[in-house]
């Protein structure tokens, strides 16, 4: 990960203002890194203690005999220059400024003494200030001062997530690890004094293991850079960007949040498009795009073939389908004739095809295996009410296995209470891409239908 | 509820192919009686079965002694026209076909012929064919064939639910359920052989328990006199709409599913609108609605304050507000100036107010009090991440305090994994509106003051 690498394979790391007090921010990024799965050396720093976790403190990162390969700093604001300092002194490549109170709240001269001090220190990179820092879930480098037992850490996987601001970034990881989604780093760079969306986009491309990228941001400081750098990135690796602030009124906030200037809706929205980026509207919607293209073959065109129990779901399907820029695929006559004969009477078979209220896991295995054999099919929707008595939980194993046999996308959407969300995470475990409603299933899966058009033109 | 009353409060119900084998429609209807708390006389028809949930079996509803008040069918379609002209014989008033195989798969013949039994006896209303029936969490009729353990339901509350479209609507009440969510009646009315949308509107309008509407439709049997009835209905008890099969494509689908016919989008709009009907997207967002309305008062117009502890949040909520035609207010000087005098430098009194990372329990107390206090504001959303050490559980009481002193609507929006949706779920039933995103929240205040503009204007 070229020069940023050293953020997230530390062989040694240095936590300035390690507290003793459990609800201190310092207590629980050390915490993190003594009782997470991190292998290197641990350096709490602190004048005040002897020993905090076991761990022997030193009063500065200067009174540390061995190398240390990043510094994380969160003590108050107005202490930072002085501890960067001593970074700089010690050599140390990479630090993360947790610590907020710099130009988000016009202390803009503590920014200032912070760049003149980068600026001596040419090898120094710094996260932050005013940050969560990272999350790596295959290092255990993490920085996130939020407990786990209030903010659940996803398990691995290969969406990358930056973002400027980490209460929307850290508030998103704890839903996408309650949903069972993986993740690959999360990244709050906040008011990037020096590492930047651009930054960080280059060093992500050169990241074997992340596959999709995420980036949550408001304003930026290197507009430029970063689109030249995203419409190279994005040929390689997906990009999709949610944008805080697209109004007048509204980009007021985003000075007073992380210090920067918020452009105009429609000029990013263009911009994205030409770079290749995929636009999402929310960070939720964000990881089912990203889901979807880490999990699903590239679809050959936009027919959807929609499979369901439940008529009306069958129906609002068909009304996302339309308004998601979809077609509705019409099976081959062979299909249809052979499924006629497969099938009850009262089954209709078209699009959507409506199983009725008594379709048992046969029935369903049936009618995806015949939509997966259709070359007029180019994807496969099942919408899939787990509720019916007629339904058992072998449906899982039967839709896992359709799904590991797919050269077409095959999302599935299931709507209910704890019994139906059981199974819909045991589908989403199992590699399946679910969804909670078609209209969300259908806006993923013309997102990627239109990236890879976007892909074959470009 | 005039003469759709005995549909919700019969002494006695005969189920109609009542079945011993529990994966059996007629099983699991007969148990929801039997198991539920439905008090009256329960009568298993059945003319190969002795004995079924410790009930005597009848052979046909004409061998019961006893008045029956409502029968419920669940026998094969062409067994129906028999079953439901006995009904009329034995005068049964209220009767509710759960059976498919009508029209919606081209049986024109057995429609006819349950019309023509209609006909026959006047006093008898039907409900469906093609349908769930009834769930009333109030007086224990539950015609759903689906059992508990897979389906939900709900809690006891203000919203009744009408649906065309009997999987999507128990879905969504299993969801609900999940939620936490209350209801008051579930009434899936399937074809519409006889009591149509109108009727139920009309009945609903009348039926004390019931504070809000919501009607996922398709196609309408009498639109002209849905329309009459809604634009009267609407004044008193808010109609929240939900329409599938919104474009030419898609309404295909309808046919087969509900064999009625769907009309173009751009027509159901503008007639919704005329009719004071508030139109939803999904069933969810139409949940949504409804429990503002039921939860919220009225508020005296669009200017909204965001309060949050999540900077990136505040910027979404602002985009949100705006997006919803809201207004970001601007709180009274003597309101910043005290504010300011309470909180650290830090805190930037504006809209978004953005309490930052640290805010505790207190701080959010005193920000809400100030907003609810203020006479610029109209109504305020908070943004609270759980997730932060310095917020603990009791910021549930606080907020259930504020909640109930409120006069203006107060809607909380919390993003996160289990810690998070603990704590929101404990607001909820607490009876605060809470809600997963910005958006939705704000969408949901919106159509709340575009109902009360529309009921002051007409």
Redesign the interface.
Same mark, same amino acid.
């Given at each position: 990960m070229n020069e940023l690498i050293g953020f997230f394979h530390p062989k040694s790391v240095a936590v300035i203002g390690a507290s003793r007090e459990a609800?201190k921010i310092g207590y629980?990024i050390l915490q993190n890194f003594v009782l997470g799965h991190f292998h290197g050396n641990i350096y709490p720093i602190n004048p005040n203690a002897e020993e905090i976790l076991h761990l022997k403190c030193h009063p500065s990162v200067l009174s540390v005999r061995d190398r240390i390969d990043l510094a994380v700093i969160a003590i108050p604001a107005p202490l930072v220059p002085t501890a960067l300092e001593e970074c700089g002194r010690k050599k140390i490549n990479n630090v993360i400024i947790v610590s907020?109170?710099f130009e988000?709240?016009g202390r803009i001269d503590l920014k200032r003494r912070l760049e003149k001090i980068l600026g001596k220190y040419q090898k120094m990179r710094v996260i932050g200030p005013n940050c969560l820092g990272i999350l790596d879930t295959r290092t255990g480098i993490d920085t996130l001062?939020?407990?786990s037992?209030?903010?659940?850490r996803p398990k691995r996987g290969g969406i990358s997530f930056i973002?400027?601001? $980490?209460?929307? %970034?850290?508030?998103?990881i *704890?839903?996408a690890?309650?949903q069972g989604f993986g993740l690959n780093k999360f990244i709050s760079y906040g008011n990037a004094l020096d590492v930047n969306e651009a930054d960080l986009l280059e060093a992500l491309e050169k990241d074997g293991s992340t596959k999709v990228i995420i980036a949550?941001f408001?304003g930026m400081r290197e507009g430029r850079k970063f689109f030249e750098s995203a419409k190279k990135v994005s040929r390689k690796k997906p990009i999709i960007a949610v944008k805080?602030?697209?109004?007048e009124?509204?980009s007021?906030?985003?000075k007073?949040?992380?210090g920067s200037l918020a452009g105009s809706s429609e000029v990013y929205s263009a911009a994205f498009k030409q770079a290749g980026i995929i636009q999402a509207?929310?960070s939720?919607e964000a990881f089912d795009f990203a889901r979807t293209i880490i999990n699903e073959p590239e679809p050959k065109g936009r027919k959807v073939q929609i499979i369901?129990?439940? $008529?009306?779901? %069958?129906?609002?399907a068909? *009304?996302a389908?339309?308004?998601n820029d979809l077609i509705?695929a019409r099976m081959n006559a062979e299909t249809v004739k052979s499924l006629k004969k497969k099938m009850p009477?009262?089954v209709?078979i078209?699009?959507?095809m409506?199983l009725?209220?008594d379709a048992d896991n046969e029935r369903f295995r049936i009618a995806i295996e015949a939509a997966l054999n259709d070359n007029n099919v180019d994807s496969i929707l099942v919408n899939m009410?787990?509720?019916?008595?007629?339904l058992d939980s072998d449906i899982v194993q039967i839709l896992s296995e359709l799904n590991k046999k797919k050269k077409k996308p095959l999302l599935v959407m299931?709507?209910?209470?704890?019994?139906?969300?059981l199974h819909r995470h045991a589908l989403e475990k199992e590699g399946v891409s679910t969804f909670i409603?078609p209209?969300n299933a259908l806006k993923a899966l013309r997102k990627m239908v239109e990236h890879h058009y976007f892909l074959k033109k470009s």
């Amino acid at each position: 990960m070229n020069e940023l690498i050293g953020f997230f394979h530390p062989k040694s790391v240095a936590v300035i203002g390690a507290s003793r007090e459990a609800k201190k921010i310092g207590y629980v990024i050390l915490q993190n890194f003594v009782l997470g799965h991190f292998h290197g050396n641990i350096y709490p720093i602190n004048p005040n203690a002897e020993e905090i976790l076991h761990l022997k403190c030193h009063p500065s990162v200067l009174s540390v005999r061995d190398r240390i390969d990043l510094a994380v700093i969160a003590i108050p604001a107005p202490l930072v220059p002085t501890a960067l300092e001593e970074c700089g002194r010690k050599k140390i490549n990479n630090v993360i400024i947790v610590s907020g109170g710099f130009e988000e709240v016009g202390r803009i001269d503590l920014k200032r003494r912070l760049e003149k001090i980068l600026g001596k220190y040419q090898k120094m990179r710094v996260i932050g200030p005013n940050c969560l820092g990272i999350l790596d879930t295959r290092t255990g480098i993490d920085t996130l001062f939020l407990p786990s037992y209030r903010l659940e850490r996803p398990k691995r996987g290969g969406i990358s997530f930056i973002s400027q601001s $980490g209460a929307l %970034g850290s508030a998103v990881i *704890d839903w996408a690890a309650m949903q069972g989604f993986g993740l690959n780093k999360f990244i709050s760079y906040g008011n990037a004094l020096d590492v930047n969306e651009a930054d960080l986009l280059e060093a992500l491309e050169k990241d074997g293991s992340t596959k999709v990228i995420i980036a949550y941001f408001e304003g930026m400081r290197e507009g430029r850079k970063f689109f030249e750098s995203a419409k190279k990135v994005s040929r390689k690796k997906p990009i999709i960007a949610v944008k805080g602030g697209r109004f007048e009124e509204s980009s007021h906030a985003v000075k007073s949040h992380t210090g920067s200037l918020a452009g105009s809706s429609e000029v990013y929205s263009a911009a994205f498009k030409q770079a290749g980026i995929i636009q999402a509207n929310s960070s939720r919607e964000a990881f089912d795009f990203a889901r979807t293209i880490i999990n699903e073959p590239e679809p050959k065109g936009r027919k959807v073939q929609i499979i369901t129990n439940g $008529g009306g779901y %069958g129906v609002l399907a068909a *009304d996302a389908a339309i308004e998601n820029d979809l077609i509705l695929a019409r099976m081959n006559a062979e299909t249809v004739k052979s499924l006629k004969k497969k099938m009850p009477e009262r089954v209709v078979i078209g699009n959507p095809m409506d199983l009725t209220g008594d379709a048992d896991n046969e029935r369903f295995r049936i009618a995806i295996e015949a939509a997966l054999n259709d070359n007029n099919v180019d994807s496969i929707l099942v919408n899939m009410l787990f509720q019916v008595p007629t339904l058992d939980s072998d449906i899982v194993q039967i839709l896992s296995e359709l799904n590991k046999k797919k050269k077409k996308p095959l999302l599935v959407m299931s709507i209910g209470g704890n019994y139906s969300e059981l199974h819909r995470h045991a589908l989403e475990k199992e590699g399946v891409s679910t969804f909670i409603s078609p209209f969300n299933a259908l806006k993923a899966l013309r997102k990627m239908v239109e990236h890879h058009y976007f892909l074959k033109k470009s």
